[in-house]
């Protein structure tokens, strides 16, 4: 029943095009000038949203991304979205970050989490990070932010199962953005 969509993203005129139903709408006041670039966490990508209520094992479809809830919340939504694409600026100091990709992770309550996270098919995982999990970083910055990384955690454990390969990371106790690398 969606009647239209605008994106807001031309980047100059002063029209902006409806991708649904060809309603464009003109925008006054608006010239080359007033279009600012934005570095939101935006891209080619796939998300999945579900119902987190209960302590257990959560697997967001086509997103590499599962995660066991370590504690009950109440009825919280939760959206992961994995974004194919590099961000506005990597972690400082890493040796490597792994892939053009990186995860928002968001929940729409205020309940307090503790999750072990799995992050897997990270192109790029070799042989030697399965013997030294703690060199593959966990690095996260707000929902919307496009400041500075920060080290969240080190890895407790990467395994490599033929092709399929998992990064695993213990009690985490908040959601944000994330970025793998190894330092």
């Known amino acids: 029943g969606l009647v239209s969509y605008w994106q807001f993203n031309e980047g100059s005129g002063d029209e902006t095009v409806d991708n649904v139903s060809g309603n464009d709408g ?3 006041y608006m010239d080359h000038n007033a279009w600012i670039d934005s570095t939101i966490p935006f891209g080619p990508g796939f998300a ?4 987190v209520n209960n302590p257990g094992f959560y697997d967001f479809t086509d997103t590499n991304f599962r995660m066991t809830l370590n504690n009950a919340v109440t009825n919280e939504p939760i959206t992961v979205t994995k974004l194919e694409t590099n961000p506005n600026m990597n972690p400082l100091d890493v040796d490597y970050v792994f892939d053009d990709q990186y995860w928002a992770i968001n929940s729409f309550g205020d309940e307090a ?21 703690a060199f593959i970083k966990l ?10 990384w920060t080290l969240t955690d080190s890895s407790i454990n990467v395994q490599i199962t033929g092709v ?5 990371f213990e009690n985490v106790d908040h959601f944000s953005q994330f970025i793998l690398s190894r330092k």
């Open 26 to 28: 003109a925008m006054d």
């Open 48 to 51: 999945d949203s579900q119902l």
């Open 113 to 133: 989490y503790n999750c072990d996270l799995t992050f897997s098919n990270i192109e790029g995982i070799a042989e030697s990070d399965v013997n030294n999990p």
């Open 139 to 148: 690095y996260s910055r707000d929902g919307n932010s496009d400041e500075d």
């Open 164 to 168: 399929w390969n998992e990064v695993i």
